[in-house]
Structures are given as structure tokens and as C-alpha cells.
């Protein structure tokens, strides 16, 4: 079995920094690929960015240069720090991780989501 669970949303206001983590821990062999996604009212759930095995990345093009995702290998953890806030970053962010566990091959985890409110 698998968990994983996400901490470090809440409120900012614009310009502010949040930084999310997300911890997998259960019987992992291994893990790849690390992402995180989001969710925003009346919207399809989008990837913001994501972090190869190799720790090459991608962003989406409207986070690139404020957000960072980064990996904790020992920790089976990513992070995603988030600067320079805007309004439109609200949403639900969730993390996604491609794990193999000792007894099954490799798929998607998702975390529980956390919320992230941009405001004033």
C-alpha cells in the first residue's frame, strides 16, 4: 500500500509564496516521475510541472519563472515553491507520483489535494 499526503496550502496574498510538500511512504520500490497539478472552479485539472527521475523538469507556461519544483530522493518527497502568487493560481493542487511498489508495477498515486487561495 501507498499514501501519500500533501501539506503547506492556505491563504496568500498577491506576490506572496507558498511552498507545497507531498510524502509518499508504504512499500515503494521505486519512484519517477513526481508532479503536481491543479484544479480551479469550473476547470479541467491541469499540470503545473513535473520532475523526471533524471530531476529534468517541466513547467506550464504560466508558472514558468515563479514556480520550482524540486525532490526529496531519501525523503520520497517533492516539493513545489511557489512565488510571486497571482489570483488565477487559485486552485486545488494535487500531487502525482509514478510509483512501483515491491508487488506492483509502476502507476499514478494521487495526493489528497490541497487548496491554495491567491487574495487580498
Known amino acids: 500500500q501507498v499514501q501519500l499526503v500533501e501539506s503547506g496550502g492556505g491563504l496568500v496574498q498577491p506576490g506572496g509564496s507558498l511552498r507545497l510538500s507531498c510524502s509518499a511512504s508504504?512499500?515503494?520500490?521505486?519512484?519517477?516521475?513526481m508532479a503536481w497539478y491543479r484544479q480551479a472552479p469550473g476547470n479541467q485539472r491541469e499540470l503545473v510541472a513535473r520532475?523526471?527521475?533524471?530531476?529534468?523538469?517541466n513547467y506550464a507556461d504560466s508558472v514558468k519563472g515563479r514556480f520550482t519544483i524540486s525532490r526529496d530522493v531519501s525523503r520520497n518527497t517533492v516539493y513545489l515553491q511557489m512565488n510571486s502568487l497571482k489570483p488565477e493560481d487559485t486552485a486545488v493542487y494535487y500531487c502525482c507520483l509514478n510509483i512501483r511498489t515491491w508487488t506492483q508495477p509502476v502507476q499514478a498515486y494521487w495526493g489528497q489535494g490541497t487548496q491554495v487561495t491567491v487574495s487580498s
Open positions: 508504504g512499500s515503494i520500490f521505486s519512484i519517477n516521475t
Open positions: 520532475i523526471l527521475s533524471g530531476s529534468s523538469t
